[in-house]
């Protein structure tokens, strides 16, 4: 059974690589300003860029979060390689697929926390002992570099399941915009401050980073980074002209708040949007299909 599983994994990988391909061959075809638009040199791509772009943007809020997060938690307390690849694939067919998200953005994003992944997982795949052992060794002089394959499936289960939470949060964040997200912490009651918090700090390092990249453009016009020593120096007076602009900006920000009557809570406007019976069925299909794996692999 477990190499049915197996088998059909691979399928459904096969078939994501295959839509992903042809998604891009269509693009680059029309060679046309499509929902997501260019990426110029130097400008910043915001989460809220795809997520107002994404074809999921008319799903309930409520519905991506709980249906998301079902899917982190079967990741986590399955704790099933074969689950954990099954979310990965599930969740990349719901944001690239239905959600129109261009499968090599996806694949860019993907990457991200691989290298942290990296690092931590050469930890638990590769021990150091001074006689050989395990399964495979490498002879460095004085002492003996060595895995097993329990390490190396180890490594992998916990390679799959950290992929696996990632993109069950991407669904959300690449189809949600960072103001109903807020919006469904709210309803949680969360508490005022963080939520405030929350909300002011996102927005505020979007700025930030535009702010940051006007001023890179504007020194590498004027040769700002010609050579290591010139960059440098660039880069120390952006750090240093971006902390008072920011300083500016934040007070700028607050007075314009206040000017609009600002008593401690942002309050905006919010879209009812209900969750059809082709929805509820979807995700409870999906679920028990993640259980069902599980039962079938454990």
Not at 67 to 87: E, G, K, P, Q, R
Not at 111 to 140: K, M, Q
């Amino acid at each position: 059974m477990e190499r049915i599983i197996q088998y059909l994994l691979i399928t459904a990988a096969v078939l994501m690589s295959i839509q992903g391909f042809i998604q891009r061959r269509k693009h680059e075809k029309n060679h046309s300003h499509s929902s997501f638009g260019h990426k110029h040199d130097g400008s910043v791509f915001s989460i809220d860029f795809y997520a107002y772009a994404s074809q999921l943007r008319t799903w309930s809020p409520k519905y991506k979060a709980i249906f998301s997060m079902v899917c982190l938690l079967c990741c986590i307390i399955c704790d099933n390689i074969y689950v954990s690849c099954a979310v990965i694939l599930l969740m990349a067919y719901i944001t690239v697929v239905m959600g129109g998200l261009p499968f090599r953005r996806y694949l860019s994003l993907m990457t991200i926390p691989l290298v942290f992944l990296f690092f931590g997982c050469v930890a638990i795949a590769i021990g150091f002992s001074g006689s050989p052992s395990g399964d495979f060794n490498l002879h460095l002089g004085f002492f003996y570099v060595y895995t097993s394959k329990e390490s190396l499936w180890e490594t992998l289960e916990l390679i799959a399941k950290a992929l696996g939470a990632v993109s069950s949060m991407y669904m959300l964040t690449l189809s949600t915009p960072a103001s109903e997200i807020i919006a469904v912490l709210r309803g949680l009651h969360m508490p005022k401050l963080l939520v405030e918090l929350m909300n002011m700090i996102y927005r505020y390092i979007f700025l930030l980073m535009d702010t940051q990249c006007r001023m890179k453009n504007a020194a590498v016009s004027r040769l700002g980074y010609c050579d290591f020593k010139t960059s440098c120096l660039s880069f120390g007076q952006i750090a240093s002209n971006l902390l008072v602009v920011s300083l500016k900006k934040g007070n700028a920000y607050y007075h314009a708040l206040e000017a609009r009557c600002y008593d401690g809570e942002l309050r905006f406007l919010e879209e009812e949007k209900t969750v059809s019976v082709m929805q509820t069925a979807g995700a409870l299909l999906s679920v028990s299909l993640l259980l069902c794996i599980w039962r079938l692999t454990v």
